[in-house]
Each structure stands twice: as structure tokens, then as C-alpha cells.
């Protein structure tokens, strides 16, 4: 048999109905209009626009893609005039 204070009992409804009624006084006061959030959503988009484009540039940085990327084009050059020189091709065709 469970012991339960009849103090506690009869104060939960009173807690419940006091949270109901501060729910409907805040209520008006977190409603917004639509311009204002729309503004919120333009800002939240911004946000997240330069969070990725910040963690895009770390992520970058940090595996060093711009620098194989740099070393894959000034290979692949390379080949390329290597390429030309096998051919035969000439010297005036590799100035155009």
C-alpha cells in the first residue's frame, strides 16, 4: 500500500491549471507575423549558407584539395605538350 500525501494530491490540479493559464497569457507573445518570419527564415538560410561555406573551406584546407587539384592540371599540361612533342607537332602550334 502506497502512502500518498493528500496535500500533494489536491496541489497537482491547481499546478496543471496555473500552467495552463500562463500558456495562454505567453501565447500572443510568441505568435509572429509572417513578415517576421520570413525574416527569420532569411536569416537562418544566410546562416547556414556561410556555415557550409565556411565548413566547405576547412574541409578544403584541411585534405588539401586545392592543391591536387593545382598538381592534377599542371600534370595533365604536361602530358599534354609531352603529347604534341611525340606527334611531331610543331613549336608554332604549341604558341597558338
Do not use: C
Amino acid at each position: 500500500m502506497v502512502l500518498v500525501n493528500k496535500s500533494k494530491v489536491k496541489l497537482l490540479p491547481m499546478i496543471i491549471q496555473k500552467a495552463i493559464t500562463l500558456t495562454k497569457q505567453l501565447k500572443p507573445k510568441i505568435m509572429t507575423s509572417s513578415a517576421e518570419m520570413f525574416g527569420i527564415m532569411v536569416i537562418f538560410i544566410i546562416v547556414a549558407v556561410l556555415l557550409f561555406l565556411l565548413f566547405r573551406f576547412v574541409m578544403l584546407w584541411y585534405w588539401r584539395i586545392n592543391d591536387i587539384v593545382d598538381l592534377l592540371t599542371k600534370q595533365l599540361n604536361n602530358q599534354r605538350l609531352i603529347l604534341k612533342h611525340l606527334t611531331g607537332e610543331s613549336a608554332e602550334k604549341d604558341a597558338e
